[in-house]
């Protein structure tokens, strides 16, 4: 089983439209929490830490649900820019210990 | 944006040649790794440092070393290029933040060696 899991989309969405991504994560002693975007042939670029008090920047807001072992991230009024994506990874607060999921790809069409 | 700079940024090679990817950060940060992602597997650790001369393993690390001689600079070296070392490297730093009552590292990420070995 994985340590992060994600659905790899991709998700097709109109401007304007809101959308979730989900990912789940196995390790309950996982402690950080953070959303990248990475865009074609780019690297990947923090786009949040997730709280768990949850988080909120601009269009973009981030959840976290220990209980049940998943994030998720919410984009309101979806932008044609907003096309990349988008990885969530898991740290269990040692500097040696990210896990990445496979990413989930948003598509944003006029 | 973080500074951190990776060069080459584009490599061709022929398999058996040594190759030497240099990551260079003007942050500061006592962590760095060095990663490579292919497509179907996202992204896998091959090593990383946690000081000067302090490396260890990651999950992927068989043909590969790398070295730390200054807290701004990590090589990777492939000692004898494979196929199945093509792929994108990309280096990463991090350094522990204290945000609220834990501790935290938030990574951040180079633009990429994409490394083709013919």
């Known amino acids: 089983r994985k340590e992060v899991e994600q659905d790899p989309g991709p998700f097709n969405v109109p401007e304007g439209a809101t959308v979730a991504f989900n990912c789940t994560y196995s390790?309950?002693?996982?402690?950080?929490f953070f959303w990248y975007r990475q865009d074609c042939r780019k690297e990947p670029k923090l786009l949040m830490s997730?709280?768990?008090s949850g988080n909120e920047d601009g269009r973009f807001t981030a959840q976290l649900n220990r209980a049940s072992q998943y994030i998720s991230l919410l984009i309101r009024d979806s932008k044609l820019s907003d096309s990349a994506t988008y990885l969530c990874?898991?740290?269990?607060?040692?500097?040696?210990?990210?896990?990445f999921g496979s990413g989930t790809k948003l598509n944003v069409k006029p | 944006d973080a500074g951190i700079t990776q060069s080459p940024r584009h490599k061709v090679t022929e398999t058996g040649t040594p190759v030497t990817l240099r990551c260079h950060q003007t942050?500061?940060?006592?962590?760095m790794y060095w990663y490579r992602q292919d497509p179907g597997h996202g992204l896998r650790l091959i090593h990383y440092?946690?000081?000067?001369?302090?490396?260890d393993k990651g999950e992927v690390s068989d043909g590969y070393s790398v070295s730390r001689s200054k807290t701004e600079d990590f090589l990777l070296t492939l000692e004898s290029a494979t196929s199945s070392q093509t792929s994108v490297y990309f280096c990463?730093?991090?350094?522990?933040?204290?945000?609220?009552?834990?501790?935290?590292?938030?990574?951040?990420f180079g633009p990429g060696t994409r490394l083709t070995v013919t």
């Open positions: 990463a730093i991090s350094e522990s933040t204290q945000p609220g009552t834990s501790i935290t590292y938030e990574q951040y």
């Open positions: 390790n309950s002693a996982s402690q950080s």
């Open positions: 997730v709280y768990s």
């Open positions: 990874v898991v740290n269990s607060n040692n500097f040696n210990k990210f896990y």
């Open positions: 942050e500061n940060h006592r962590y």
């Open positions: 440092s946690y000081g000067v001369k302090d490396t």
